[in-house]
């Protein structure tokens, strides 16, 4: 009888360690997208969820895509309003241990923009970008959360089409990033109700755009790199007041770098 027990146990035991040793070589992955307001009020797009490509077998780019949804019932976000702190979950997902090496982006029908009140279509330049696909490289390592960040610029994004249907045109420019591998800087626009655009330039070269929240000032340009140097401009929507600029703006691995409080220049 205390053999039966004792292998009883051992298999127990054999069950718990493999679960845990599956579970460890598992690493959860989030995909969320952020945004920036342009010249909108607001920009609802409908977003099905994500496509994830990774690597399969000893490496090899032979894995099946897997789609993760996004969940909520309605399925149209306003990225105008996702600046500072905000962001939308739109998949979740299990992966073992491999590299992503693609993200596709779903996008559904229903999208429109609002500017002064007034309502204007969203249409898609190509079918390609209602599918924009990125090409990456994320390593997944078991038993940690990656988040994954798309972040939509709507200042380069859109193209008006002139006519008595006014509408605009959608080319989605989105830069993905991994947050385990950047950091970000955040600070607050005063008078926060003043709308405004905020630039991160590296080497001349735009790297990340996002706004301010109209009801705190909050902004965070986010999913910069360490050991780089940026430039942040910052330009109000109002002619009342002047163009400011941050210079050597730098950040640290998952850490935030506090820009404080910019206070706007009146004109004289």
Same mark, same amino acid.
């Not at 070589?25 to 945004?35: C, Q, Y």
């Not at 690597?55 to 969940?71: C, I, K, Q, S």
């Not at 959608?170 to 830069?175: D, F, G, T, V």
């Not at 950091?183 to 301010?212: C, D, H, M, W, Y």
């Given at each position: 009888?205390?053999?039966?027990?004792?292998?009883?146990?051992?298999?127990?035991?054999?069950?718990?360690?493999?679960?845990?040793?599956?579970?460890?070589?598992?690493?959860?992955?989030?995909?969320?997208?952020?945004?920036?307001?342009?010249?909108?009020?607001?920009?609802?797009? @409908?977003?099905?969820?994500?496509?994830?490509?990774?690597?399969?077998?000893?490496?090899?780019?032979? *894995?099946?895509?897997?789609?993760?949804?996004?969940?909520?019932?309605?399925?149209?976000?306003?990225?105008?309003?996702?600046?500072?702190?905000?962001? %939308?979950? !739109?998949?979740?997902?299990?992966?073992?241990?491999?590299?992503?090496? @693609?993200?596709? !982006?779903?996008?559904?029908?229903?999208?429109?923009?609002?500017?002064?009140?007034?309502?204007?279509?969203?249409?898609?330049?190509?079918?390609?970008?209602? $599918?924009?696909?990125?090409? %990456?490289?994320?390593?997944?390592?078991?038993?940690?959360?990656?988040?994954?960040?798309?972040?939509?610029?709507?200042?380069?994004?859109?193209?008006?089409? $002139?006519?008595?249907?006014?509408?605009?045109?959608? $080319?989605?420019?989105?830069?993905?990033?991994?947050?385990?591998?950047?950091?970000?800087?955040?600070?607050?626009?005063?008078? *926060?109700?003043?709308?405004?655009?905020?630039? *991160?330039? $590296?080497? @001349?070269?735009?790297?990340?755009?996002?706004?301010?929240? *109209?009801?705190?000032?909050?902004?965070?340009?986010?999913?910069?790199?360490?050991?780089?140097?940026?430039?942040?401009?910052?330009?109000?929507?109002?002619?009342?007041?002047?163009?400011?600029?941050?210079?050597?703006?730098?950040?640290?691995?998952?850490?935030?770098?506090?820009?404080?409080?910019?206070?706007?220049?009146?004109?004289?």
């Amino acid at each position: 009888m205390r053999k039966i027990y004792l292998t009883i146990a051992l298999t127990l035991f054999l069950f718990a360690s493999c679960s845990e040793d599956s579970e460890r070589s598992k690493g959860l992955v989030n995909v969320f997208i952020i945004g920036s307001h342009g010249e909108f009020d607001e920009i609802w797009l @409908e977003v099905l969820g994500v496509e994830i490509k990774t690597t399969g077998t000893r490496g090899m780019d032979n *894995a099946d895509p897997v789609f993760l949804a996004n969940t909520q019932t309605d399925k149209k976000i306003n990225v105008a309003s996702l600046t500072a702190n905000s962001q %939308v979950l !739109l998949g979740r997902g299990e992966f073992s241990e491999a590299n992503i090496t @693609e993200i596709t !982006l779903k996008f559904g029908d229903d999208h429109y923009a609002v500017i002064n009140g007034q309502r204007f279509s969203i249409s898609f330049a190509s079918n390609a970008s209602a $599918e924009p696909k990125f090409l %990456v490289n994320y390593d997944i390592f078991g038993g940690i959360s990656h988040d994954i960040f798309l972040d939509f610029d709507a200042f380069q994004s859109f193209e008006l089409v $002139e006519g008595p249907e006014p509408r605009f045109i959608l $080319e989605p420019q989105i830069r993905p990033f991994l947050s385990l591998n950047t950091g970000r800087a955040s600070g607050r626009i005063s008078p *926060a109700n003043q709308k405004v655009a905020i630039f *991160a330039v $590296e080497n @001349e070269q735009l790297i990340s755009t996002t706004g301010s929240q *109209a009801s705190s000032g909050d902004f965070a340009l986010r999913g910069l790199e360490e050991n780089k140097r940026y430039k942040v401009y910052i330009f109000p929507f109002s002619n009342n007041f002047l163009p400011d600029t941050l210079d050597s703006v730098s950040v640290n691995l998952r850490q935030n770098t506090a820009l404080g409080t910019i206070t706007l220049r009146p004109v004289e």
